[in-house]
């Protein structure tokens, strides 16, 4: 049995975090690849070091005296040590960041800093081999993952090593330019190496006790969902629910490999297990609820529209050739609405409005802000009846007025669209009438 464990910033902030891991870790022989992000809060208004480095660097580049903020840095890292009992000194590992940050060598690899020093740390506090992930994650020049060769140089480096580190969050080019995912991508990380060790499990370790039925922050003390699958979700991490980066899916699916989201301050709890396919009944008709703010709608009227062939892909070209991608698109007889992420939209608002009237010459756009996408998520949803109506009554009995709704003929999920000042208002209501009510 082989476990590949990921453990999230939350987990690993101080020392007392770091002993729960190493708890954790050692209570279970087969944990024996493991993935560190860099520390991350000790308190709600504390900063991640993973921002320290991104502010750290920017003072850098901008030719500013960065030397108290690389001071705060190390003090957390020794803050650590100290409280571990170790005796490692990381000082070269910051001489070497201090020229580096002189030398301009760029932001991503200012970042990835986070995690190499932690992954030094969490090596030599388990007595586990150090794997720089920059020799075993490929990107190509543009920053995107090479996926077959990291494949091949992960299974390469890790199958001469019994037990190992491999800082998560980022990876090298060919020529040694260090690049990292995007925010919250140790998860990727981890899903790489648990795939390519062909691990019966990818454990993420994190500080809920799995994927709950929505975000604590907007639900107190929301449900855990037991088992979930991919597909699910892929619709719940896409619309927000942030504890599993939506990329980090792919490469555990290819093999089959299930994830299990625990918690690092209650490794007692079974957490969530993420699998292709399950016959175990959700808890609930729904599985989860996810969704995001910020949000345009732009809505387009011309008559006879539905006999107008080719007139939806005039106007997504619009869309395409302003490099802005599309969320969802629902459409009347003479109405087609197109939904964008407001900040993609904003500068070139003016440029695609005059594009689709050059495209389609339409009777009338119109343009609405600040709106919310809500996906409701379920394998349950098809079997039963009368899901959307409840959803609805719901959001009316709390007032919330509904400006959108979309269902896939996959009956997996409902986006539903509201202002962005309803959005909690809305999640809640949503959260009650199938929890609440445990139906
Ligand atoms: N549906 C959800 N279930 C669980 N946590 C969620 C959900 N939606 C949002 N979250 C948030 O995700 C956080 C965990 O993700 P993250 O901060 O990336 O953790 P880590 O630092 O361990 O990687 C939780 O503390 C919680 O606030
Ligand atoms: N440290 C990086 C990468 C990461 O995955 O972190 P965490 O596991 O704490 O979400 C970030 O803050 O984005």
Redesign the pocket.
Known sequence: MKKVVK?????LANAEQFQKVGDIIRSDESRCYVVP?AP?KRFDEDIKVTDMLYGCYEAASNGEDFSDKLKAIKERYYEIIKGLGLTLSLEDEFKKIEEDFRAQAGIQYAASRGEFLNGKIMAAYLGYDFVDAASVIRFDKNGNLEAEETDKLLSKKLSKCQHAVIPGFYGACADGTVKTFSR?G??VTGSLVAKAIHADIYE?????S????????IVHN?EP?EAITYRELRE?SYM??????EDAIFPVRKEGIPIN?RN?NSPEDKGTLIVESTCKKPKFTIT?I?GKKGFCSINIEKSMMNSEIGFGRKVLQVFEDQGISFEHVPSGIDTMTVYVHQDEFEEKEQQVIAGIHRAVQPDFVEMESDLALIAVVGRGMKSQRGTAGRIFSALAHANVNVKMIDQGSSELNIIIGVENRDFEKAVRAIYDIFVLTRI
Request: glycine share 20%.
């Open positions: 453990f999230g910033g939350s987990s992000s991350g919250g140790s998860d993420n370790w994190t500080d809920v799995g994927f709950l039925v929505t975000d604590p922050r929301p969902i719940l927000g629910a942030t504890v599993l980066h989201i690092t989860g996810a």
